[in-house]
């Protein structure tokens, strides 16, 4: 079981003990915060494109390490719906993005980045917070974006079809960056590079990262419930469990404290969380795949074997690490 989980647990959130540090490696360790994930009520809607939206057009550009995996980018461009149907469900992703937006100062006026911005759930939730700011949302997935826009129609928000190589982020200006389950996508070096030029002088950068892409949580608690789980129903049905995809190899320290130094960022803060996530959240993460449980099945086996599934989650709990940092830009 435990080599099983293994396998599978870095698929699960592409998914934080809380540290206080007035300087880069001087950390203060506090003590972690534990939190129960709930279902959120009703999943929204989406409808058509608005007008705000910039795409990278940059098609000269030599190739950059920046420049977001086209594989991973259609995984999401084709999940965008059933993804913003999970995370408006289930309240793990607006916990993750809150308190983020709370590692913020009480007033950013001016442009604030959302790099990786998925559907839009980061950039409602910093709006909500912050009616002087206006969101920038950085997102490569053109599913993604359309789903964002309908959320934030008539909001100070602007759409960028890219990642943070795209020539117009280059241009941009912005008093804080904020990404929520989405910096395991982006090499440190390049991206703090960027946003060295692009956030302003004493400005902030705010990210997470889940269990499995942070070396010091790899390897320890997460979402892993859904795996006895699911091979029980399908052994049942006769059907061979989906084999996942390879494991993400975990953000390193080196790195982090490496890339973020050479362009001049503090670390301010840095805190881990627990969180109490009810297993059916990871059975609805991991059918988002269509192909999930095993490729082929009749929509009706399907979706029989999932309902299955749910029920025998239902009750139970399990605990998903998350680490948060927040950066000062130079001044
Ligand atoms: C798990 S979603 C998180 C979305 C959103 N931040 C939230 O909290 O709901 C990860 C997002 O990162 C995007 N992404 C993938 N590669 C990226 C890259 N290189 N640069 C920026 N975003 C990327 C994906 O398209 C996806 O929408």
Aim: with cysteine.
């Amino acid at each position: 079981m435990r080599t099983m989980a293994r396998r599978y647990a870095w698929q699960i959130v592409p998914i934080s003990c809380v540290i206080l540090a007035g300087r880069t490696g001087s950390a203060t360790k506090l003590p972690a915060s534990k939190n129960r994930v709930t279902r959120d009520p009703k999943p929204r809607e989406h409808d058509d494109r608005s007008q705000h939206d910039v795409e990278n057009r940059d098609d000269a550009a030599a190739p950059n390490p920046m420049t977001p995996d086209p594989a991973k980018v259609r995984i999401w461009d084709e999940r965008a719906r059933a993804y913003d149907a999970l995370c408006r469900r289930w309240n793990v992703f607006t916990l993750l993005s809150t308190r983020l937006i709370d590692m913020l100062p009480a007033s950013l006026p001016g442009d604030v980045l959302d790099i990786g911005a998925g559907s839009g759930l980061t950039s409602e939730l910093l709006l909500d917070r912050h009616p002087e700011s206006r969101a920038i949302l950085i997102e490569p997935a053109h599913g993604m974006v359309d789903v964002a826009r309908t959320h934030l129609a008539a909001r100070p928000a602007q759409f960028l079809v890219m990642g943070l190589d795209g020539a117009p982020v280059r241009d941009l200006r912005a008093v804080a960056a904020i990404a929520s389950a989405s910096m395991q996508f982006l090499d440190f070096e390049p991206a703090f590079d960027v946003l060295s030029r692009v956030i302003e002088p004493g400005g902030h950068v705010a990210f997470n990262l889940w269990y499995h892409h942070w070396e010091e949580t790899a390897g320890g608690e997460g979402m892993y419930g859904w795996i006895p789980i699911a091979e029980a129903v399908c052994r049942e049905a006769g059907v061979e469990l989906a084999a996942p995809p390879a494991r993400p190899v975990p953000k390193t320290r080196a790195q982090l404290t490496n890339a973020t130094r050479a362009h001049g960022f503090e670390l301010l803060v840095e805190e881990r969380d627990h969180d109490l996530s009810p297993v059916s959240y990871g059975v609805d993460f991991m059918a988002m795949d269509r192909q999930w449980p095993a490729p082929g099945l009749e929509p009706s086996q399907r979706e029989s074997m999932i309902r299955t599934m749910r029920e025998r989650a239902e009750g139970q709990v399990e605990s998903l690490g998350s680490t948060r940092f927040l950066f000062g830009a130079p001044r």
